[in-house]
């Protein structure tokens, strides 16, 4: 699975914050699905530049899988959600909505994210919240699923058989 990482952030883009979210997504990644991450950014909250380089990672890198860090919340600057779906073909909301869920098991305040996952070509999309705690907790919920939608997308032949009924 190749895998791209965006962290988006205002103060992380100016270096004003390290940016720890990014990395520790990577690390899970790598760590947890044996996927090669093959670019990390970091990109101020700005909803053209962050639609800009999802799109270059789908269809010129022709990544299986994007993780975005940052941008979900209620703040005026956070647009990821919005980027994000500029740049979707598909949503796919059980993602989202599985995250959501379990986080607010956790935390009332995760009713106020606005992250959205969807599909671009064969890649998938997805926006985690900002803080390295929220990032684990929600691929936390989705790790599970990752390797049968990435196969899904690649129209890998054996995808069906790990469907249950």
Known sequence: MRVGVLTVSDRSARGEREDKSGPLLAELVKERLGAEVVRMDVVPDEREEIAAV?????????????????????????????????????????????????????????????????????????????????????LEVILPVLPHAVELLNENPEAEQHHRR
Request: no cysteine; charged share 25%.
């Open 54 to 138: 999802l799109k270059d990672w789908a269809d010129r890198l022709r990544l299986d899988l994007v993780l975005t860090t940052g941008g979900t919340g209620f703040a005026p600057r956070d647009v990821t959600p919005e980027a994000t779906r500029d740049v979707i073909e598909k949503e796919a909301p059980g993602l989202a909505e599985a995250m959501r869920a379990e986080s607010l098991k956790v935390s009332p305040h995760a009713m106020l994210s606005r992250g959205v996952a969807g599909i671009r070509g064969n890649t998938l999309i997805v926006n985690l919240p900002g803080s390295p705690k929220a990032v684990r907790e929600n």
